[in-house]
């Protein structure tokens, strides 16, 4: 039987976590799973966690760590026999811990952006709010301008994306994001960083 493999990706607001853990979780044959797409799925199938999820969601505000491990581990427990890769959980030291109580992670990918990259990325960033499909208007066009290419429907620019609130994205990403990575660094799961280069 072969052995399991258990990875997580973390990286600032706009950063490509998704496009990159797609790519990856596809190269070498594991499931790829996203935070965002259980948050949303919850939502949508109105479950307990996804009536809580709406409420943090609809005041824009960050879905705090009891509410996301409420609905994140027991979607990972039903994954313990498959190998995967996470994006977007955990994001907190209180979130780490509750997954290391879980499961042993064997690898953390930390992606390392440039502001401005980010920055330029994040203002051309395009999002369908139902599905979470992200498109981008200097490298990933929708076929139709302002319409999701599957669906139709409309596609919105968050405020977050706007520059004025990038920076405050950034900083509270740095605040948080530091204990998780000193963290794995300590595990030995973390070993380097990747730094985005044109």
Excluded at 48 to 63: F, H, N, P, Q
Excluded at 75 to 81: K, S
Aim: with cysteine; glycine share 8%; charged share 25%.
């Amino acid at each position: 039987m072969a052995k399991l493999f258990r990875a997580a990706i973390m990286g600032p607001p706009g950063s490509g976590k998704g496009t990159i853990s797609k790519r990856i979780a596809q190269s070498f044959g594991l499931q790829y799973l996203s935070s965002g797409h259980y948050l949303r799925e919850s939502i949508a199938a109105n479950t307990e966690a996804g009536v809580l999820v709406r409420t943090y969601v609809d005041r824009s505000m960050l879905v705090p760590d009891h509410v996301m491990t409420k609905l994140m581990l027991p979607r990972l427990e039903n994954m313990i026999g498959h190998s995967w890769l996470l994006d977007g959980f955990p994001r907190t030291l209180s979130q780490a811990q509750a997954l290391n109580n879980l499961c042993q992670l064997d690898l953390v990918i930390s992606l390392n952006i440039p502001y401005e990259t980010l920055r330029e990325r994040l203002s051309d960033r395009l999002i369908h709010p139902a599905s979470g499909r992200v498109y981008n208007m200097g490298f990933n066009k929708p076929q139709v301008q302002g319409k999701d290419d599957i669906t139709g429907e409309p596609l919105v620019q968050h405020d977050d994306d706007k520059p004025e609130a990038l920076m405050t994205r950034l900083r509270h990403y740095k605040d948080v994001a530091k204990p998780v990575i000193d963290l794995y660094k300590s595990q030995g799961i973390l070993p380097l960083i990747f730094r985005y280069r044109d």
